[in-house]
């Protein structure tokens, strides 16, 4: 809480002003979680650039750009028929 408003607070609740005194706390808390999803921001983004970052450095560790261009794909034939059952051995 902010001590600008923890004093307003204080001195509400010494007046008897119980409305400024509940302003005054509702201020301060909105000011904290503020403060905290700020501070949480930063954080989220520093993360998330470090990530970025990581990410690109294990790319380029891989080697994986260097990798030569995919071949086509080459069938292999099968002496069996499509519907052809295989050969199952009796136990």
Same mark, same amino acid.
């Given at each position: 809480?902010?001590?600008?408003?923890?004093?307003?607070?204080? &001195?509400?609740?010494? &007046?008897?002003?119980?409305?400024? %005194?509940? =302003?005054?706390?509702?201020? %301060?808390?909105?000011?904290?979680?503020?403060?905290?999803? =700020? =501070?949480?921001?930063?954080?989220?983004?520093?993360?998330?650039?470090?990530?970025a970052d990581e990410?690109?450095?294990?790319?380029?560790?891989s080697g994986l &750009? &260097?990798?030569?261009?995919?071949?086509?794909?080459?069938?292999? =034939?099968?002496?069996?028929?499509?519907?052809?059952?295989?050969?199952?051995?009796?136990v």
């Amino acid at each position: 809480m902010s001590n600008d408003n923890v004093e307003k607070m204080v &001195d509400s609740l010494a &007046d008897g002003d119980n409305i400024a %005194a509940q =302003d005054a706390f509702k201020n %301060a808390l909105s000011d904290k979680i503020g403060q905290a999803l =700020d =501070d949480k921001r930063v954080d989220v983004a520093k993360d998330w650039l470090n990530a970025a970052d990581e990410l690109e450095g294990i790319k380029d560790a891989s080697g994986l &750009d &260097d990798v030569a261009e995919p071949t086509e794909p080459v069938e292999i =034939d099968s002496e069996e028929e499509e519907n052809e059952q295989p050969a199952v051995s009796e136990v």
